[in-house]
């Protein structure tokens, strides 16, 4: 079975700096997809994005960014220019492709910034 | 505006009773999931459906039930039997997969607190 790890339970970061999330897997499979949602205090999930094994290529939205290392199975995401609003709950969640589309999730990682 | 809405968002239960959690999504998705999660933790699937009249049992589906009568609907019953009900309950959606690689993501509903009384 698919596991994921997130072993930072807490991280803060100044307003405006740059903050890395990390996360590991482990899966037996050699194409797969990886995503960071975010849950703030509303509780909502919210897709910050996503990953395909398949491509090399590091993906990027906005401030948000990934460094994917598929041979190390880990799946960090960074955080540029920090915000207020980014205050929230992150998880790194696995899915295999095909079949079901289910997601398997880490503990989560609880991110402060300070003002 | 297209989504997936939750009721109640606050639910409680008395010992021995049974309580079921609404979901409705307008997104024509196929796929709906739901999700446990308890705090300090991550999300756990419960159960999940891929098409109408079909589930499967996920990760933790013992004490619970589901139905999947109409597309935009599936409702989950916390039963009794689920000793330890009180967390939150998140229902998800997603389109089919268009081919082996078009990634389709889960939408998330706003959830659904249950506590015992």
């Known amino acids: 079975a698919q596991t994921v790890t997130q072993s930072q339970p807490e991280m803060s970061v100044q307003e405006a700096e740059t903050v890395t999330l990390s996360c590991t897997y482990d899966?037996?499979?050699?194409?797969?997809?990886l995503f960071w949602y975010k849950q703030p205090p509303s509780r909502q999930m919210i897709l910050v994005i996503r990953?395909?094994?398949?491509?090399?290529q590091n993906a990027t939205e906005n401030r948000f960014s990934v460094n994917f290392q598929k041979a190390a199975k880990s799946f960090s995401l960074k955080i540029s220019d920090s915000q207020l609003g980014d205050a929230a709950m992150y998880f790194c969640a696995y899915r295999r492709i095909g079949g079901a589309q289910k997601l398997v999730f880490g503990q989560g990682t609880r991110l402060t910034i300070n003002p | 505006d297209g989504g997936i809405t939750q009721s109640p968002k606050y639910l409680f239960r008395k010992e021995g009773q049974n309580v079921t959690l609404s979901c409705e999504q307008n997104l024509n998705h196929d796929a709906m999931y739901w999700y446990r999660q308890d705090p300090g933790q991550g999300l756990r699937l419960i159960y999940y459906?891929?098409?109408?009249?079909?589930?499967q049992k996920g990760d933790i589906a013992e004490g619970y039930s589901v139905s999947r009568e109409k597309k935009e609907s599936f409702p989950l019953t916390v039963t009794s039997a689920q000793k330890n009900p009180t967390a939150f309950y998140l229902c998800a959606s997603s389109d089919r997969d268009r081919d082996f690689y078009s990634n389709q993501p889960q939408h998330f509903g706003d959830g659904t607190r249950l506590s015992i009384l």
């Open positions: 990953q395909e094994a398949y491509k090399q």
């Open positions: 899966t037996s499979e050699s194409d797969y997809y």
């Open positions: 459906s891929q098409i109408v009249n079909d589930f």
